[in-house]
């Protein structure tokens, strides 16, 4: 993404290391574009549950803090053709807006959202199937898919 993003956008980012590759990735989009950064990884987002009987749940009121954004930037590194588990919790959380038709009307929000993609991995470009997962899951939310950068991490000896 070399553009300069004009919409209020924040990066919604998650890593096995706090400091990483992914981190700086985002970290650097974020001061070139003067952005909000968003660690899933400091919240607590479980898994999706039918009972949906979570316990010091924070992925409510983290979703609905992204609804005040036109344009989410989802950042993670590419681990076997998907993302970081707490990504993975927070997008299939997003199921519990679907069956609840009090929480339907703020599902509908996205409709009215961008996405776009970072991510990073020992490879030339972000493997399909990790691109697709979200082209995929957030075109179905109705969110308009923007642009993706892809940083090749793998260092020449």
Known sequence: MQYKIKKNSVII?????????????????AEQNDIRVICLDDYKIP???YSK?????????????LLDYEHWIFASPV?????????????D?????????????KLRA???KEFSLLSNASSFEAPDAFVQMFKQTF?????????HSHKNTQSVA
């Open 13 to 29: 980012y998650s890593s096995a290391r706090r400091e990483g590759n992914t981190s700086a990735h985002a970290n650097s989009y």
């Open 47 to 49: 898994p999706y549950c």
């Open 53 to 65: 009987n979570y316990k010091n749940d924070d992925f409510y009121t983290v979703f609905e803090s």
């Open 79 to 91: 681990y076997w053709y998907n993302t970081t588990v707490q990504m993975k919790s927070f997008i």
């Open 93 to 105: 959380r997003i199921t519990d807006y679907m069956d609840d038709e009090n929480l339907k009307p």
């Open 110 to 112: 996205l409709r009215t």
């Open 139 to 147: 075109g179905y939310l109705g969110m308009r898919f923007v642009n």
